[in-house]
């Protein structure tokens, strides 16, 4: 080990399950609960979910470091402002600080983490603890197996090409879990009624205050960002 | 609410993470804390992976009911064990016990949580508490992004039909769990190696005492049961 890394702190990226607090994870809590720096992702809203969600569980003398990621902005903007949340993130390491990054659902799963753990590994350790991810929670949500037996599960970024979206809609029964639906309800729908899939759900505000599922027919074309869609394709579903 | 239905507990599916006690959510633990009857499957050798995980966690006064599951059996022999296992539940739901099933990764997620759901939901409430599932458990413990962007990620069962498993490999780049792997390394190598895809790990044992994570091509023909093998076919994979 060199003189740097005897310094080092670790970059640990906390999954906090997608909504509720009480799924964060014992091992979130409990690294969240030492860290000496506890840091988030901002929108360009200013909104910052992942620091509400973990509100009950914030340690009380950690240095708190919200980071702006303009979230849906060009590449280059969003590039720049990774680099400069590493930055501020890596002269923490640097001064032997643990820093925690608060993480929707998994941190490995579509997160912002992996961005920033990419930037960060060189030169210090990066750690993820894995949460409970939104396919999971929104099975629960719905009192509904998500798969059983020899089911296949796909997860499907709903802002993915719509010919692939299509083609994996087809290719045969499975659960599909459309993520980030919110402006793309009408489009997952279309695709669903093609393939004669009609046992399907829209979940909004999973897990928070205002949770609300309906059947897919009947949710709103414009929902919230972070609404999910699921259909049951398989065998089983009635 | 009807005479019978005041007295009635509620049967909980606690998800309890793939094999790390402490990847247990906070509100299984709660809920796990209370419980008046604890229970979980037992398989033919006596195993009983469920319970060893959350040992840290269980509460002291709580009746401990393990059930026997002939996981494998003849479909009757195991249709016979999860209506007798049902039954025992049910007697304690309609005393007013509230009884909590241990369930490894998350209770929906192809568990045997749902068979026990569907029996005791008819007259009892039934409730899942989501658990961290095996992919995102394994994509941490690899340190590498499950899915980014609009990567798609299929969940498939090693024991599939194979022809059903070489359509989905063949139909684009994503990101692919192999679930309950360990008969089956032989059979996933070759698809893969078909499909000429390279970036793919075998993870036995995951969370637990022994953990072991191998390039799919050093992977053991007869790995654990519960081995899972992940392929990195999004066009971000080294």
Same mark, same amino acid.
């Given at each position: 080990?060199?003189?740097?890394?005897?310094?080092?702190?670790?970059?640990?990226?906390?999954?906090?399950?997608?909504?509720? $607090?009480?799924?964060?994870?014992?091992?979130s809590?409990?690294?969240?609960?030492? !860290?000496?720096?506890?840091c988030?992702?901002?929108?360009?809203?200013?909104?910052?979910? $992942?620091?509400?969600?973990? @509100?009950?569980f914030?340690?009380?003398?950690?240095?708190?470091?919200?980071?702006p990621?303009?979230?849906?902005?060009?590449? !280059? &903007?969003?590039?720049?402002?990774?680099? &400069?949340?590493?930055? %501020?993130?890596? %002269?923490?390491?640097?001064?032997?600080?643990?820093?925690?990054?608060?993480?929707?659902? @998994?941190p490995?799963?579509?997160g912002?983490? $992996?961005?920033?753990?990419?930037? +960060?590994?060189?030169?210090?350790?990066?750690v993820?603890?894995?949460?409970?991810?939104?396919?999971?929670?929104a099975? $629960?949500? +719905?009192?509904r197996?998500? !798969?059983q037996?020899? @089911?296949?599960?796909?997860?499907?970024?709903?802002?993915?090409?719509?010919?692939?979206?299509?083609?994996?809609?087809? !290719?045969? &029964?499975a659960? +599909?879990?459309?993520?980030?639906?919110?402006?793309?309800?009408?489009l997952?729908? %279309?695709?669903?009624?093609?393939?004669?899939?009609?046992?399907?759900?829209?979940?909004a505000?999973?897990?928070?205050?205002?949770?609300?599922?309906?059947?897919?027919?009947?949710?709103?074309?414009?929902?919230?960002?972070?609404?999910?869609?699921?259909?049951?394709?398989?065998? %089983?579903?009635?």
């Amino acid at each position: 080990m060199g003189v740097g890394e005897a310094m080092s702190g670790t970059f640990y990226g906390l999954g906090l399950g997608p909504g509720d $607090a009480e799924l964060i994870t014992v091992k979130s809590w409990r690294l969240l609960s030492t !860290a000496d720096v506890v840091c988030w992702p901002v929108g360009p809203s200013g909104a910052a979910l $992942a620091r509400q969600i973990a @509100d009950p569980f914030m340690p009380d003398n950690a240095i708190e470091l919200p980071l702006p990621v303009p979230f849906g902005a060009a590449p !280059a &903007d969003l590039d720049a402002a990774y680099a &400069d949340a590493a930055h %501020r993130i890596a %002269r923490h390491l640097s001064d032997g600080r643990e820093v925690a990054y608060l993480c929707l659902g @998994d941190p490995l799963t579509y997160g912002s983490f $992996a961005l920033l753990a990419a930037r +960060l590994a060189i030169a210090h350790r990066v750690v993820a603890i894995p949460g409970v991810s939104t396919a999971q929670a929104a099975a $629960a949500a +719905l009192s509904r197996p998500l !798969a059983q037996g020899t @089911d296949i599960i796909k997860v499907l970024p709903a802002n993915a090409d719509p010919d692939r979206l299509q083609a994996e809609i087809a !290719a045969g &029964d499975a659960t +599909l879990v459309f993520l980030k639906a919110g402006r793309h309800i009408g489009l997952i729908r %279309r695709l669903l009624n093609e393939a004669g899939i009609r046992d399907a759900f829209a979940v909004a505000h999973l897990g928070q205050d205002g949770e609300r599922i309906v059947a897919l027919k009947e949710a709103e074309l414009r929902s919230p960002y972070f609404s999910t869609v699921i259909a049951f394709a398989g065998s %089983r579903a009635p």
